[in-house]
């Protein structure tokens, strides 16, 4: 990619648990970055890749408004923001299960039939039970949501279950796992149309760790 005599492409990333490792990937890729004590923007050092650093959940706002024409994210945050998008390419790691949990001493039979479920992710949570036929009620929270059942919020959680630590600090089993979880390079899908040649060569490079591979064709969300 001839970044020096063109726009840097512009990419939204997630604050937290995956930022290092994607700093690692686009490092090996010879698209090292550092973001400046506070700043919450930066620049590799060929001006390839332009990236702004924004909470999770912000990541398809940045991206579906064309701010970020692209970003990378899982789909559990996708799945609840209702937007459109391109998936480029799922990255070799960030993978979560979605799962249902409750505590360990709960009586199915006290639901009666009717689940009541605490979650950040209300939208899922509401499509995934009403899809099999099963009545549920779900609360919305912001976070910690596993304290829901430790204080008689809501019997069950949805929630992302990743080593299970969390979980089992709070006594808290997995009743069923509901889907898996992966993250991914996203993509605005107008964005993708004006500049697809060099969103393919970075989809190459970070696919491949070299200029040479193919990237997939970019399939809608
Ligand atoms: C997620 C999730 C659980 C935790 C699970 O929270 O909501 O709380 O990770 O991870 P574990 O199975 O490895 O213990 P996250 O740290 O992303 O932050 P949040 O509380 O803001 O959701």
Redesign the pocket.
């Known amino acids: 990619m001839s970044g020096a005599q063109r726009h840097p492409l512009t990419i939204a990333l997630p604050k937290?648990?995956l930022h290092d490792r994607i700093h690692e990937l686009f490092a090996r890729c010879g698209l090292a970055f550092e973001f400046e004590s506070r700043k919450l923007v930066a620049e590799d050092r060929e001006g390839s890749v332009r990236l702004m650093l924004v909470k999770n959940s912000d990541v398809p706002v940045y991206v579906n408004h064309g701010i970020a024409g692209l970003g990378v994210c899982g789909d559990d945050v996708l799945y609840e923001s209702g937007f459109d998008y391109f998936r480029l390419m799922t990255l070799p790691f960030g993978s979560t299960r979605m799962c249902l949990a409750g505590r360990r001493d709960h009586d199915p039979q006290q639901d009666h039939g009717r689940l009541k479920v605490a979650t950040?992710f209300t939208r899922f949570a509401h499509d995934f039970f009403h899809q099999r036929g099963i009545p549920v009620e779900v609360i919305k929270l912001g976070?910690?949501?596993?304290l829901a059942p430790l204080l008689g919020l809501a019997p069950y959680i949805v929630?992302?279950?990743?080593?299970?630590?969390?979980?089992t600090a709070n006594d808290l089993v997995v009743n069923e796992e509901l889907t898996q979880i992966q993250v991914h390079l996203i993509s605005n899908p107008a964005y993708y149309k004006f500049h697809y040649a060099q969103v393919n060569a970075l989809v190459r490079r970070l696919q491949n760790q070299d200029p040479q591979g193919d990237a997939d064709e970019p399939t809608a969300g």
Do not use: C, I
């Open positions: 937290g648990r950040k976070g910690s949501v596993e929630d992302l279950v990743e080593t299970g630590s969390t979980l």
